[in-house]
């Protein structure tokens, strides 16, 4: 296991399956029954597992800044007043489930203007601590460890990119990290865990062969 990485603070892949079918399955039930709870729960689970942003760079997301390149991030440095726009690569699934989030906020009583913020309460913008909330109450109730917080969905996209494609800068430019060694740190050993997994049976199929 990495170095401050521990096994909380990050969900492996059938736990980010079953967060993200729980909270698909809750916003179809709400939208049925007219609540709008639901809908902006998956919108946020799928955006912070989709971007690996933290949960201070998320709740400042305002329409105007998602566009045809992507979307522009505020990434805050060791002071929050001080800011930085950056253009952050996003899927083709997230921009779907942007534009059908976008398209029916009206439906939400919530604004389309361009400074109008992605996520919106019935007191407006949602909090820092309001999305830490949205993101735990989602976790209890799929059946995931109390453990987890918003932030795992940084580590898990990480993890999850890393073992797919085996590219650390690719990393390294998704979470905006100016120094390499920092990813390389926090994320380089991650395949260890699975270390045990590709041992088992390493010489059977050549044996098998003879």
């Known amino acids: 296991m990495v170095p401050g990485i521990t096994r909380e603070k990050y969900m492996n892949k059938s736990e980010v399956k079953q967060l ?8 179809l039930l ?11 729960m998956w919108m946020l689970l799928d955006f912070a597992l989709q971007t690996g942003l933290r949960v201070q760079e998320i709740k400042l997301v305002q329409l105007k800044h998602y566009e045809k390149r992507g979307l522009w991030v505020n990434r805050l440095k060791k002071k929050e007043k001080d800011k930085k726009l ?12 942007l534009d059908e989030f976008i398209k029916t906020k009206p439906l939400r009583d919530e604004p389309i203007d361009p400074e109008a913020y992605l996520f919106m309460g019935k007191r407006g913008p949602l909090t820092k601590r309001g999305l830490q909330q949205m993101f735990k109450v989602a976790v209890k109730k ?14 898990t996209l990480a993890c ?8 650390l800068r690719m990393v390294q430019k998704m979470l905006s990290h100016k120094d390499p060694e920092t990813t390389a740190n926090l994320y380089a050993d991650i395949s260890y865990e699975d270390m045990e997994e ?13």
């Open 20 to 27: 993200r079918e729980w909270a698909q399955a809750k916003a």
């Open 30 to 40: 709400d939208e049925k029954r007219g609540r709008v709870q639901g809908t902006r």
């Open 86 to 97: 950056e253009l952050l690569v996003i899927g083709k699934e997230l921009r779907q489930h």
């Open 142 to 155: 799929a059946g995931l460890s109390p453990d987890l917080s918003i932030h795992a969905c940084r580590h």
């Open 160 to 167: 999850t990119l890393l073992k797919k494609t085996s590219n």
């Open 198 to 210: 590709n041992l088992n049976g390493l010489y059977e199929d050549e044996e098998n062969n003879k």
